[in-house]
């Protein structure tokens, strides 16, 4: 197609759905259930969904919403530079492994969308970029197509990527409004996926108009399904970030994967505050807009505190050099989000153009302090704060 979204400051981005449809669905997912004529209540909260979904694009790729006042903190770190590494660059190695899975990169798509038709399309891109590049991925919350079989469509990247790990996601809080282990399956079955990735969005959810926010008793919750199922169940954030006590409890509970997802990338309540019309959440979402903990930080703590466990780093990575820095702080994989989704939307080409240079930035930054593999990345004392 050659309709495109619009992007500020003038620039547009080549997209993968007609910019009129866009628009139409994001409208219908602001209207209220069983609004237009003719329509049933079923059928009203799909169209509201799916709008949801690509309102959410949208407004990731047009709007300003990173987090104001902090950053991600890998601004904070530097490598000392090794002038005679020993190590020839052609031999350096990415492959790694994570859960018992084999991977040619430390390198993860994060979890960012599905359950529309042009969230579908990027999907497959993403998942073709993937399998291409030996990246693992995550797809975005399954629940719209664990309740509408209609979006199953959208989250079935398995047929585009064989052979990575691909990680189904549903809203933790979701526990607490009637799913239960028979769903979660179901959105593992839908996604084709190694694990399942429940998220932690609790600001978004209060910011969000049609938002779940009974989070009381949710880790009760998590330890039940986490002794149900029989694929790794891991927890993320959504860019607030987790903090080293909260880690330890979720690793307590039996949560075999943290993705800390800090603070300092997309803010949600900036996103949230784009789709609101309620004045109050409008405004209040602006006092949020520097809320959480920098990635860095998160990954760090966790580290500390839970030496052993499987941890993902995402959270304002944009460059191969911030994945390097999130592997030797104690990441075992680094993850991409918003920063891969307009490169997604613009073509196949210019998306695998990003992956290949985020790739070639970590082997440098590898080469350029002597580590020939990523076990000798995340062992090295080469990373050093800066002085603040």
Not at 228 to 243: N, S
């Amino acid at each position: 197609m050659k309709e495109r979204f619009g992007v500020r400051g003038g620039r547009r981005r080549k997209s993968l759905m007609d910019h009129r449809t866009c628009e139409k669905a994001a409208n219908s997912g602001r209207m209220q259930q069983g609004a237009r004529i003719g329509e049933s209540t079923s059928d009203a909260v799909l169209s509201m969904t799916s709008g949801r979904k690509t309102e959410h694009i949208r407004i990731c790729l047009d709007e300003e919403v990173n987090a104001v006042g902090l950053t991600s903190g890998f601004n904070h770190y530097t490598f000392r530079h090794n002038a005679l590494p020993e190590i020839d660059f052609d031999g350096i190695s990415l492959s790694t492994s994570f859960l018992e899975r084999k991977l040619r990169t430390p390198l993860l798509i994060s979890s960012m969308t599905g359950g529309s038709l042009a969230a579908g399309r990027i999907n497959e891109r993403l998942a073709e970029a993937a399998e291409r590049r030996g990246w693992a991925m995550g797809v975005g919350s399954v629940r719209a197509a664990v309740e509408h079989a209609e979006l199953a469509a959208t989250f079935a990247v398995r047929r585009k990527a064989p052979t990575i790990p691909i990680i189904a996601n549903l809203g933790a809080v979701q526990l607490n409004y009637g799913f239960g282990p028979d769903d979660c399956r179901k959105a593992v079955e839908i996604a084709e996926a190694d694990m399942l990735v429940l998220h932690l969005n609790g600001l978004q959810e209060v910011f969000q108009p049609e938002g779940n926010t009974a989070f009381g008793g949710l880790l009760q919750r998590i330890e039940q399904l986490c002794r149900t199922l029989t694929v790794p169940v891991g927890v993320k954030e959504v860019g607030w970030g987790i903090d080293d006590e909260t880690a330890v409890r979720l690793h307590e509970a039996g949560v075999s994967f943290i993705d800390v997802a800090g603070a300092g990338g997309t803010s949600w309540s900036q996103v949230e505050k784009f789709r609101s019309s309620d004045p109050v959440r409008r405004q209040a979402a602006e006092a949020f807009a520097g809320w959480g903990i920098p990635t860095t930080e998160c990954i760090q703590t966790v580290r500390a505190a839970l030496p052993g466990c499987a941890l993902i780093g995402s959270g304002g990575l944009h460059t191969g050099v911030d994945a390097a820095k999130a592997l030797a702080l104690g990441a075992d994989l680094a993850g991409f989000g918003r920063a891969l989704l307009g490169p997604a939307v613009q073509s196949e080409q210019r998306l695998d153009e990003v992956l290949g240079r985020v790739e070639f930035e970590l082997r440098t930054a590898m080469f350029g302090i002597g580590a020939a593999d990523i076990s000798s990345l995340k062992a090295t004392q080469r990373l050093v704060r800066r002085g603040d």
